[in-house]
């Protein structure tokens, strides 16, 4: 079974550049979401993708948007970048069922100059 | 929205010997919460859970109860190992895969296990 996996491991962009983060799920696992993880601090929620849709949203500006392929591959961009946006970011994936759990990558590490 | 509380920071505990975290939740409709463990350079790994319909599971040296009038839940690992050593967090939510509000993630527990 194959994890969740995420490209690329570390990324240094300069302050008001655009970025693009991958992911791929799990095997069989249908929804993707979206986390920002800053140092020494736990994650938070981004946003969560189903059948292509975006259908949850956490406090984030409309700057950071996503997508989800028909292979349920997803994307997160992030547009004009700011310092603070340096973070892990992580996805995970899961099956759209009550009591499937998140299945987390190991991230991409950003670094805003 | 929900806030997650997680104590404590850090932790340092004698191989062998048993650790406890501690998370509080402020919303009570959250109904699961489960735990993953970080090491270092990698992402969260879920290595336990409990729904609100259940006071207590184990999974051989992990336990996690549950106190849904208090909102308290805790982590116990018994027997600890080298291995264990990681960042810990509790997280909350209405849904077990995190649903359209996603998942609330306490702050951490740096758990050192000290040979």
Known sequence: ETGVTQSPTHLIKTRGQQVTLRCSSQSGHNTVSWYQQALGQGPQFIFQYYREEENGRGNFPPRFSGLQFPNYSSELNVNALELDDSALYLCASSLPYRNSPLHFGNGTRLTVT | GENVE??????????GDSAVIKCTYSDSASNYF???KQELGKGPQLIIDIRSNVGEKKDQRIA???????KHFSLHITE????DSAVYFCAA???SG??????TFGKGTHLIIQP
């Open chain 2, 34 to 36: 489960p735990w993953y």
């Open chain 2, 98 to 103: 995190g649903g359209a509000d996603g998942l």
């Open chain 2, 64 to 70: 996690v109860t549950l106190n849904k009038t208090a």
């Open chain 2, 93 to 95: 939510s209405t849904q």
């Open chain 2, 80 to 83: 600890t190992q080298p291995e």
């Open chain 2, 6 to 15: 997680q104590h404590p920071s850090t932790l340092s505990v004698q191989e």
